[in-house]
């Protein structure tokens, strides 16, 4: 199965709208869906590629990984 790419196949695959917005570092409007494993995930509002690619800013908002002692 392709990662779906419109509204109607996210649904269908068992996605949920979680809220519409605005990227805070670079004014795009997105979409974040709640995946079937409880997750969200923030797309582009075209619903084509995932905002974390598009986004210039996409590194600031990447969790840090706790460092191992």
Known sequence: MSFPTTEAEFEAAGYSV??????????????FWNTPNNKLMPMNADAELPHWATCPHAEEFRKRKAATA
């Open 18 to 31: 979680f809220k519409r917005t605005i990227c805070r570092k670079c004014g795009a409007k997105i979409v």
